[in-house]
């Protein structure tokens, strides 16, 4: 890529900042964190520096370096960059929330996102990077056909969506209550960053920002959590407050006799989040960009385990978050159980203190944001524009289409994160739909010889029939199917997981019914899938 455009993206990603930054605090400076100011803007600097050097195109770069950074990610960069990605303001926020509100028992995406990591690099890792596949849904594609896979993009680009705009509202909460700033205008101008460097470079830039946001996610977690745990009284103490004020639920493993039918929703829960976090761009992107079949494996492997470790801080500030007696230092406590981790980060420690927690969380929000933007970019232009609309599509028109869907995908979850309260339900929603819809559509894709079309569309129907007659609080869906265990107007029975179970068992019976007539497509090795056009300097 030229370096005059580059240089171009510079002027305009600084001046984009710098305005943003002054006009924002020209506007609210009533009651504007100035300090504050200045931390956020060096962070965006720092960030936006390193993915226009990181984005940049070396000589020998092949046609998938925008996509995939030429199937050249060093191992140690996969890891790191895996990690921050699940890593996210979701998951940050969220598990403090939860952790405040309703007690670890509840807190089940960090350690069923971590599983569903470790369960992806041991199945489906290796086979993926062996076939050398693009995206996620090209074994779908080769197994379904292109109008079929289409169908099974609804989920994968509405899951990213989802995510996105989820990891916006818990960066909108903080930024709101650390630097006085409103929640819109924090959504707005971090989402308007991420864009942009991620329209620039691609891959690489996604994953050398993810370091860097890594790095300071971790070091800013444990660097604050001392000083929190010394203001509760000790971990022993924080415990005996934390077991007095919710009982059973305050363990991590659930009790049936306690929890009554919502054990039940408690399995379904947990299987969607380590099942359902397996069907994702934004994770295969980076299996697939690695050098070989184990690095696949074990940067999988590797970076669950970060995931488990630095969930253990959040859910910490979470416990002391909810058994903090706010009266009695003044103070009216959290609007909201989204607005708990921030809301401890300002009142329970110093001010400094406070920056280095805002720093954490925008670091976490903006490693997800730009991978999250990025995957459903490329599933849009790779899996549904070029083999729909354009099938001679060369890799300078595909980045374009991919730049273009960026900005498309990047505000639409913008838009929707300013319509969420809880920062973890829609969150978990993430992999809801993933779970129910398109898991069964890829295990049957990758490992059922027989799989075919008529039995994925079938499928794919019979798990949307199941799934969306359970109704969803988040999305206002009413309940229209007699599942048993109704309470608070709220399903408890495992509908999801039957969903999920009966869209796999409908694939593999109606494709074994229907063999002779759509005799099923055997999954091949991708050759040279992007082509040059004549004028391409790539």
């Not at 962070?43 to 050097?53: K, N, Q, R, S, T």
């Not at 929640?183 to 690489?204: D, F, N, P, Q």
Request: hydrophobic share 55%; glycine share 8%.
């Amino acid at each position: 890529m030229p370096t005059q455009y580059f240089k171009r993206k510079w002027i305009i990603g600084i001046a984009v900042i710098i305005c943003a930054g002054v006009g924002v605090a020209t506007y609210f400076r009533a009651n504007f964190n100035w300090l504050g100011l200045v931390v956020v803007m060096i962070f965006y600097f720092l960030i936006f520096a390193v993915g226009i050097w990181a984005g940049k195109e070396k000589p020998g770069d092949g046609p998938d370096s925008f996509l995939l950074a030429g199937r050249k990610l060093p191992l140690w960069v996969a890891i790191m960059t895996m990690a921050a990605t699940w890593i996210d303001g979701g998951y940050i926020n969220g598990t403090a929330e939860y952790a405040a509100v309703n007690g670890l028992v509840w807190v089940q995406a960090p350690w069923g996102y971590a599983m569903s990591l470790i369960i992806g690099g041991i199945f489906f890792a290796r086979k993926m990077r062996r076939f050398q596949f693009q995206t996620m849904l090209d074994p779908l594609s080769q197994r379904y056909g292109t109008k079929a896979t289409a169908l099974f993009f609804l989920p994968a680009v509405s899951g990213e969506i989802f995510w996105t705009a989820a990891i916006l509202t818990a960066l909108g909460t903080t930024f709101s209550i650390i630097l006085g700033l409103s929640i819109e205008v924090s959504i707005i101008v971090s989402a308007a960053v991420a864009i942009i460097y991620t329209t620039l470079g691609g891959l690489r830039s996604v994953a050398y920002t993810d370091v860097l946001q890594l790095f300071m996610l971790i070091v800013g977690l444990f660097v604050v959590l001392p000083v929190i745990i010394l203001h509760a009284g000790g971990m022993e103490t924080l415990w005996e407050t934390y077991l007095a004020k919710h009982g059973a639920a305050a363990y991590p493993i659930p009790d049936h006799a306690s929890m009554g039918n919502y054990y039940w929703n408690w399995w379904d829960f947990a299987l969607l989040l380590m099942l359902g976090g397996i069907p994702w761009q934004v994770y295969f992107q980076r299996v697939l960009a690695t050098k070989s079949e184990s690095a696949a494996m074990w940067l999988s492997i590797l970076a669950g385990a970060i995931c488990l470790i630095v969930a253990v801080p959040a859910a910490i500030i979470g416990m002391i978050g909810g058994t903090t007696d706010w009266a009695a230092l003044g103070l009216s406590g959290p609007e909201s159980g989204a607005a708990t981790l921030p809301y401890v980060f300002q009142n329970l420690t110093t001010p400094i203190m406070a920056l280095v927690g805002l720093a954490t969380v925008a670091a976490a929000v903006m490693s997800s944001i730009d991978s999250s933007i990025l995957s459903a970019s490329s599933l849009a232009a790779w899996n549904v524009y070029k083999p729909l609309i354009k099938p001679d599509l060369s890799a300078v028109d595909l980045k374009k289409i991919i730049r273009r869907t960026i900005y498309i995908v990047g505000v639409s979850a913008t838009i929707l994160s300013l319509k969420v309260d809880s920062v973890y339900a829609l969150w978990s929603l993430c992999s809801d739909f993933v779970y129910c819809l398109l898991f069964p559509a890829l295990v049957c894709a990758m490992f059922d010889p027989k799989a075919n079309t008529p039995g994925a569309v079938a499928g794919f129907a019979v798990a949307a029939f199941l799934r969306f007659g359970g109704g969803d609080p988040t999305l206002g869906l009413p309940v229209i199917l007699p599942y048993p265990m109704i309470e608070d107007g709220m399903v408890l029975f495992p509908f999801r997981t039957l969903s999920m179970i009966s869209g796999l068992i409908t694939i593999i019976v109606i494709s074994r019914i229907t063999q002779k007539k759509y005799p099923a497509k055997v999954l091949s090795m991708v050759k040279n899938p992007i082509p040059l056009s004549p004028d391409s300097n790539v």
